[in-house]
């Protein structure tokens, strides 16, 4: 069965200080691959996302991923990041060959941001 | 605006009340899906619907009903609430296997309590 694990659940930092939030998936066929963010009491929006290409991909807000399909991985990363990034962030697949658009979502990481 | 719209955002019930969530999509979306977010599990899919009267099981489908009438409303029915079903509810919706590489797009979210 797939799955994804997000392996922080609560990360704390300071504005300006770098970030990795890692993602692991398991599924041995072709996926797409997704980074939602939730800012306190909104909906899901995409932070970015990987069909496939360039397995770096650029998102909003200065967020980036790279896809490392040897590790199955696609770990979320921000050179610095700011007060307004706190929000909890999911990593989701979807199996390419799927055809129910299914969404396997990690556990989510809650990222606090301090001034 | 292309927009996934909930309602109600906040509901508050007692057990066994019947309740529907209802969901609607303006972007001619044949994916649409139910999911519940818990803390610590991310979100799991309670079911989806491929297009107008299909519509199947997620992985937690248990105490809840569907229906897919018109191709843009999905609601959720409980037809007997229970204090588990407390959570956070999103609808989501997708282009479908003619748009192969896309991402969902989820509605802002219900809080539902069950007292």
């Known amino acids: 069965a797939q799955s994804v694990s997000q392996h922080n659940h609560h990360v704390i930092l300071s504005e300006a200080a770098s970030l990795e939030l890692g993602c692991n998936y398991s599924?041995?066929?072709?996926?797409?691959l997704f980074w939602y963010v939730q800012y306190p009491g909104q909906h899901l929006q995409l932070l970015l996302k990987y069909f496939s290409g360039d397995p770096l991909v650029k998102g909003i807000k200065g967020f980036e991923a790279e896809f490392i399909k040897s590790k199955f991985s696609f770990n979320l990363r921000k050179p610095s990041v700011q007060w307004s990034d706190t929000a909890e962030y999911f990593c989701a697949v979807n199996a390419r060959s799927s055809n129910t658009g299914k969404l396997i979502f990690g556990q989510g990481t809650t990222l606090q941001v301090k001034p | 605006e292309a927009q996934v719209t909930q309602n109600p955002r906040y509901l508050i019930t007692v057990t066994g009340k019947k309740l529907t969530v209802t969901c609607s999509q303006n972007m001619n979306h044949e994916y649409m899906s139910w999911y519940r977010q818990d803390p610590g599990l991310g979100l799991r899919q309670i079911y989806y619907s491929m297009n107008v009267e299909v519509t199947d099981k997620g992985d937690v489908p248990e105490g809840y009903k569907v229906s897919r009438k018109e191709k843009r409303n999905f609601p959720l029915i409980l037809e007997s609430p229970s204090p588990n079903q407390t959570s956070l509810y999103f609808c989501?919706?997708?282009?479908?296997?003619?748009?192969?590489?896309?991402?969902?797009?989820f509605g802002q979210g219900t809080r539902l309590t069950v007292v």
């Open positions: 599924y041995g066929g072709t996926v797409n």
């Open positions: 989501a919706s997708s282009p479908g296997q003619g748009v192969p590489n896309t991402e969902a797009f």
